[in-house]
């Protein structure tokens, strides 16, 4: 899985990135991320005095805020599904373009979007290849670019990953590689490794097997020390439903 992430933070994502998991799905070559700036797509005279590359502007109509620009966001995913059909083009067996449009799915976070969840996920890998995540901020993007995007028979969604209002899309974005990568074969080691694929609960214990806090035993329960698989599945569905 190739994610495409189009951001005007891009060092966001550095330190979460490199560790843990996600960090060895990179190394190991089971997903790979790239980067594009929209401020690396406005030349002068949009640039000012101070070589700041504003990708921002104030919205018709009125209201607070700034609008992210749609021509820089258009250049920068442009730059992205160039970099997705060349990759295309060094597999040995060429696909036709509509094969290669229905691979590449693009993705925009809105808190109004489509509720994510892990079916979802779990449909996007296998129905897609590349994913191009458009990272907004301020008060939102130019709603043409969803209509310039729909009329280049690509596909797009709104999606939400919760019903409350962030600074920007980078940590939406963040969600979606985790969730997406880790139902990816390979990336967790072993397919029982995914929570939903288990009987699991969020109740869980380690050692040591009796803790002892302030005078008092804490134990753990004695079914999960029986060895008994059935009867420790039982008690995890009965802790998950309540």
């Not at 709603?143 to 690509?154: E, F, M, S, T, Y």
């Not at 990816?184 to 072993?190: A, E, F, R, S």
């Not at 109740?203 to 059935?230: A, D, F, I």
Request: charged share 30%.
């Amino acid at each position: 899985m190739r994610f495409h992430i189009i951001t005007i933070f891009p060092e966001m994502f550095d330190s979460y990135l490199k560790e843990s998991i996600i960090g060895r799905a990179l190394k190991n070559k089971y997903i790979s991320i790239k980067f594009y700036n929209p401020r690396d797509f406005i030349k002068a005279p949009k640039v000012n005095k101070n070589n700041y590359r504003p990708v921002d502007d104030r919205p018709y109509g009125g209201g607070p805020g700034m609008v992210m620009r749609a021509e820089p966001i258009l250049k920068a995913i442009e730059k992205a599904l160039a970099n997705i059909r060349k990759s295309k083009k060094t597999k040995p067996k060429a696909k036709s373009r509509s094969e290669l449009r229905s691979a590449t799915g693009i993705i925009l976070f809105s808190p109004s979007g489509k509720k994510f969840t892990t079916a979802y996920a779990k449909g996007a890998v296998k129905k897609y290849t590349d994913i191009i995540l458009i990272s907004g901020r301020y008060e939102g993007i130019d709603a043409r670019v969803g209509k310039i995007i729909k009329n280049w028979k690509l596909e797009i969604e709104n999606l939400s990953i919760g019903d409350y209002v962030l600074t920007g899309g980078e940590l939406p974005a963040m969600v979606l590689i985790d969730c997406i990568s880790r139902q990816i074969p390979g990336v967790l080691g072993k397919y029982e490794s995914l929570e939903e694929e288990r009987v699991s609960s969020s109740v869980v214990y380690t050692r040591p097997e009796v803790l002892k806090h302030k005078g008092k035993n804490y134990r753990v329960p004695k079914v999960l020390l029986s060895g008994n698989h059935k009867k420790i599945d039982e008690w995890k569905k009965k802790q998950k439903t309540g």
